[in-house]
């Protein structure tokens, strides 16, 4: 009896492995679609609950057209200059369904796992501007920041070609390539924009903690998946890195909270999730490349640093002061991001770097602590030099590149809303609003679009109906 070759599971693919990345990569998905989605839509001002939770989620949608279309390829395609690749479509079977450049997985796996940590990079950029920025804007600003600064730096850091890639950064998850990214360029991006209302600015309550919450659990759970699909191997590595996540974030947020507590009297739900982020995104570079003990290390700075910068510096720095980040993802992501990059430069451990890294190079992966205790002194130094150069150039390239794509934006539509729909908010933008209760009375008269299937008549007249009993209530 003959049997049909195997064709659906070819030599070269380990069935654990794939599956591991495409679970690493749902979990991830769901970071953004529902996580942030929620945490956005939930932490800011009710007037502000669509727009925001909106912003999000049409960023996913729309990197992944644009991935798909041209930027998986431009990040980790062929090269075209040492730090872009060649655009080029990655919809075709035989494309998709051969070997992953890393990996016993296919290509179609890898798209996929690359594509939401795109998507999740554009939604954290959005928390930056929340609350007046035009749609419009945004839904350009989506596939030209993806295309023409997001790809730059995932080819330079993790395409193997990449010049960071070859000098020897180390950025496990994408402490560079994420959060250094989006914290530099919403700031910069919030810059152009210019700031909410004053009277935003001076009153901005969350409209559901408990929904912001619910946001940040999905966050912190979905880092499983965002850390450990780090090694592209179901490994030992890969169980250390979702160790260390955890133990990093948790020591973070206990850090925050106590700095809360000491000095403002009260444990803060929004400063304990603030703590909560910072350790996420600092552990993020070194996740499966220290150790446990220093991963507390790291949260108790990340807990502590970019609290100083958000709660003292913020305060006395004019340009901290002048631009108006609503989520304050500067200090979430760009300190947080940084400092991850600078410890994971002193906390390397040589066999866990040859470990993730599957080479034998004494001259890289090496922190400069181990460096000086193994008597490497110059290579530890190297390394640190290192991850220092690769900030700056992740810094300068988001300026630049966000810069021009807001300038370049705003010669066709006004990147901030009109001072008319800022006062509105939802309504004004979306014809819809976040509570819509029976309560209300009016909202559902007035709301244009919070209907399906034609029944705006019918609620209006349901809510005339019991606009008396309301009333009397």
């Known amino acids: 009896m003959s049997f049909p070759s195997n064709e659906g599971s070819p030599e070269w693919m380990n069935k654990g492995d794939n599956a591991w990345q495409l679970t690493t990569a749902t979990l991830v998905g769901l970071q953004s679609i529902p996580g942030l989605v929620i945490l956005y839509g939930s932490i800011v001002k009710k007037k502000w609950a ?11 949608a729309a990197v992944l057209v644009c991935w798909v279309g041209w930027g998986y390829r431009m990040a980790f395609g062929e090269e075209l200059v040492p730090f872009w690749g060649k655009p080029a479509v ?3 079977q035989k494309f998709l369904l051969n070997q992953a450049f890393l990996g016993m997985f296919p290509t179609a796996t890898m798209v996929f796992f690359q594509f939401v940590f795109a998507g999740i990079t554009l939604i954290l950029i959005a928390g930056a501007l929340l609350g007046r ?42 402490g560079y390539v994420i959060h250094l990214s989006s914290g530099v360029a919403g700031f910069t991006a919030a810059y152009w924009v210019g700031p909410r209302t004053i009277k935003d600015r001076e009153s901005f309550p969350p409209n559901n903690i408990i929904l912001t919450l619910a946001g940040a659990g999905l966050l912190w759970m979905g880092w499983s998946g965002f850390n450990g699909g780090g090694p592209y191997v179901v490994s030992i590595d890969a169980s250390l890195a979702i160790l260390n996540t955890h133990v990093c974030t948790a020591t973070s947020l206990l850090m925050w909270l106590f700095l809360d507590i000491l000095f403002f009297g009260k444990p803060s739900v929004i400063g304990a999730i603030q703590g909560m982020i910072t350790g996420l995104v600092c552990i993020t570079p070194a996740a499966g490349v220290v150790q446990s003990w220093a991963a507390i290390l790291m949260g108790i700075m990340s ?32 300190i947080a991001g940084g400092l991850g990059g600078i410890l994971t430069g002193f906390f ?42 690769g900030i700056l150039f992740i810094i300068v390239l988001n300026v630049v590149m966000t810069s021009l ?25 979306h014809g819809e609003q976040a509570y819509a209760l029976w309560g209300d009375g009016l909202k559902f008269e007035n709301a244009k679009h919070n209907y399906v299937y034609d029944i705006e008549e019918s609620l209006s007249t349901i809510s005339r109906a019991t606009k008396p009993e309301i009333q009397m209530g």
């Not at 080479?359 to 002194?377: A, E, F, M, N, P």
Request: hydrophobic share 50%.
């Open 133 to 174: 920025m035009n749609f419009s804007a945004w839904m350009l600003f989506v596939p030209l920041w993806l295309t023409f600064s997001y790809t730059i730096g995932a080819y330079s850091v993790w395409n193997p070609t990449g010049w960071l890639a070859k000098a020897g950064v180390i950025d496990y998850s994408g």
């Open 303 to 334: 807990g502590s640093i970019p609290w100083y910068t958000m709660m003292v510096l913020h305060k006395k720095v004019w340009v901290l002061k002048h631009v108006d980040d609503t989520m304050a993802i500067f200090h979430t992501h760009a």
């Open 50 to 60: 669509v727009n925001s939770a909106f912003m999000a989620l049409y960023a996913f």
């Open 405 to 429: 794509i807001c300038l370049f934006i705003r010669m066709m539509v006004p990147l901030r809303l009109s001072e008319e729909d800022l006062q509105v908010g939802d309504e004004a933008i």
């Open 348 to 389: 390397a451990e040589p066999k866990l770097n040859r470990l993730f890294y599957a080479v034998d190079d004494w001259q890289k992966y090496i922190g400069l602590g181990y460096g000086i205790q193994t008597g490497r002194t110059t290579a530890g130094f190297r390394q640190m030099g290192v991850q220092l150069g």
């Open 90 to 92: 990655a919809l075709d």
